[in-house]
């Protein structure tokens, strides 16, 4: 399993528990995120990350802003991409078993009522159930350029 993982100043903190916490598990990681809390524009890490992911070989993405919100929605602005904002556990379970995410975001600046690192985990470890939300993905994918 290999993941990209790119955060912006908001997001330092929870990058370098994410990355650990990843690693731990035995996760190959490509980091592409700032390590400076000096403002920087979430987009471009969205960018770099999801041009990264494409080049292939990787299983999913994690994102990081301040909230989590701006650099999803501008993941979310690129072809191919399902990112997920989950607030819980049962939420990132399951948007990869509904909705196949690629990408998972979160907030450096929010305060979560499960660990990240446990909803993360939910999300890695769901499976993608297909059959009636594989027709559901084909027509959000569909949306794009729309």
């Not at 990264?52 to 999913?60: D, H, L, M």
């Not at 993941?75 to 078993?97: D, I």
């Not at 690192?117 to 939300?133: K, N, P, V």
Request: with cysteine; net charge neutral.
């Amino acid at each position: 399993m290999k993941a990209v993982i790119a955060n912006d100043h908001g997001g330092v903190e929870i990058a370098k528990m994410v990355l650990a916490h990843l690693q731990a598990r035995g996760i190959e990681t490509v980091y592409l995120g700032t390590d400076s809390t000096e403002s920087v524009d979430y987009p471009d890490y969205a960018e770099k990350a999801v041009l990264e992911f494409r080049k292939g070989g990787y299983s999913f993405g994690v994102l990081i802003c301040g909230t989590g919100i701006g650099i999803s929605v501008s993941a979310n602005k690129m072809k191919g991409v399902r990112c997920a904002l989950p607030q819980n556990k049962y939420a990132a379970e399951m948007t990869k078993r509904h909705n196949n995410a690629n990408f998972i975001a979160f907030g450096g600046r929010i305060e979560y009522s499960e660990p990240v690192t446990e909803i993360l985990d939910a999300f890695i470890d769901a499976a993608f159930e297909g059959g009636r939300h594989q027709r559901r993905i084909d027509k959000m994918m569909a949306l794009e350029g729309k």
